[in-house]
């Protein structure tokens, strides 16, 4: 299934206007998603299952530019969202491994906290959606 597909499944609201993902991910947000250069060096990236929810909202987090990170997608990590290993730990049982990545700018970041976001590991507004916002009190 397409990302665009399965963007619009999720925000019914996107079908009004032909948007793009690139678009779809602007409009839900308001801002555009940086990229991620290490996104087609690594396979983490295309792992179909998402993690457990951590928390309805973002997190803003200043990051070095062309330095590494591991964003934690099971949702487990005690030092979220970064990852510390915590899927590592073979009674959780934990399929979802971290996802790696690097900004080409110094600065502020949105990261997901959510772990639901299609743009991993930048927040795409995702987690404004009445599921996400039920599943956390």
């Not at 397409?2 to 999720?10: A, H, P």
Request: aromatic share 8%.
């Amino acid at each position: 299934m397409s990302l665009l597909v399965r963007r619009i499944l999720r925000a019914p609201w996107l079908l009004k206007k032909h948007y793009s993902s690139e678009d779809a991910a602007t409009a839900a947000t308001g801002k555009t998603i940086p990229k991620n250069p290490l996104e087609d060096k690594q396979s983490a990236q295309l792992q179909k299952e998402n993690g457990a929810i951590f928390d309805k909202k973002p997190f803003k987090i200043h990051l070095e530019e062309n330095k590494n990170y591991s964003w934690c997608l099971c949702g487990k990590s005690k030092s979220q969202p970064l990852c510390d290993g915590m899927h590592k730990n073979e009674f959780l049982k934990i399929k979802q491994r971290p996802i790696k990545f690097r900004v080409e700018k110094t600065g502020d970041y949105w990261l997901c906290n959510c772990k639901q976001t299609t743009h991993r590991p930048f927040c795409d507004g995702t987690h404004k959606q009445p599921h996400i916002q039920a599943a956390v009190k």
